[in-house]
T-cell receptor
Framework: SQKIEQNSEALNIQEGKTATLTCNYTNYSPAYLQWYRQDPGRGPVFLLLIRENEKEKRKERLKVTFDTTLKQSLFHITASQPADSATYLCALYNYGQNFVFGPGTRLSVLP | GAGVSQSPSNKVTEKGKDVELRCDPISGHTALYWYRQSLGQGLEFLIYFQGNSAPDKSGLPSDRFSAERTGGSVSTLTIQRTQQEDSAVYLC???????????????FGSGTRLTVV
């Protein structure tokens, strides 16, 4: 069956370090993969999209990689700040279907 | 409006009662989605509307759940004879009218927290 896993239910890192979150999937061939940020009591906010034929995408302090062979995406936040503390969700999409979301990783950046 | 608006933000209801949740999407967004998020869980797809096409209802968990979208804008999700397992945050999202909607992110509302007691 199709499955999306985000390793580490929770991740604590020190301010200034790089946070790396993982998204692994099985029995799925996504055309796109997205990352969202969700704060408590709020809906998810779209951050980045990467296509199946792209290896890496960057936006400011954020970097996403997509390895369709490993069936994995990595999400990096460089020079992390306490304001980056939130839950981060990956979502997979294929044509004619709807986005399927992972369970999320709760990131805490400690000052 | 500027964002996706959902109401009410919180709803407490007695088991067996019917509830209606409302979503007002971003003006011009023809695609509208309902998701459900239980505590500590990922988002569960419920239903998808695109323009005047028949909605994709494949995610609705039972026939107690229904949704409509009037005039291609506001949507209402109705849960009949609520059960305790229906307690969750119900999120609505909308997106641009693209043929390939995977290219754009969704804009989510803040959700309705439903508690069935």
């Amino acid at each position: 069956s199709q499955k999306i896993e985000q390793n580490s239910e929770a991740l604590n890192i020190q301010e200034g370090k790089t946070a790396t979150l993982t998204c692994n999937y099985t029995n799925y061939s996504p055309a796109y993969l997205q990352w969202y940020r969700q704060d408590p009591g709020r809906g998810p906010v779209f951050l980045l999209l990467i296509r199946e034929n792209e290896k890496e995408k960057r936006k400011e302090r954020l970097k996403v990689t997509f390895d369709t062979t490993l069936k994995q995406s990595l999400f990096h936040i460089t020079a992390s700040q306490p304001a980056d503390s939130a839950t981060y969700l990956c979502a997979l999409y294929n044509y004619g279907q709807n986005f399927v979301f992972g369970p999320g990783t709760r990131l805490s950046v400690l000052p | 409006g500027a964002g996706v608006s959902q109401s009410p933000s919180n709803k407490v209801t007695e088991k067996g009662k019917d509830v209606e949740l409302r979503c007002d999407p971003i003006s011009g967004h023809t695609a509208l989605y309902w998701y459900r998020q239980s505590l500590g869980q990922g988002l569960e797809f419920l239903i998808y509307f695109q323009g005047n096409s028949a909605p994709d209802k494949s995610g609705l968990p039972s026939d107690r759940f229904s949704a409509e979208r009037t005039g291609g804008s506001v949507s209402t999700l109705t849960i009949q004879r609520t059960q305790q397992e229906d307690s969750a945050v119900y999120l609505c999202a909308s997106s641009q009218p693209l043929g390939d909607r995977g290219r754009e992110g969704y804009t989510f509302g803040s959700g309705t927290r439903l508690t069935v007691v």
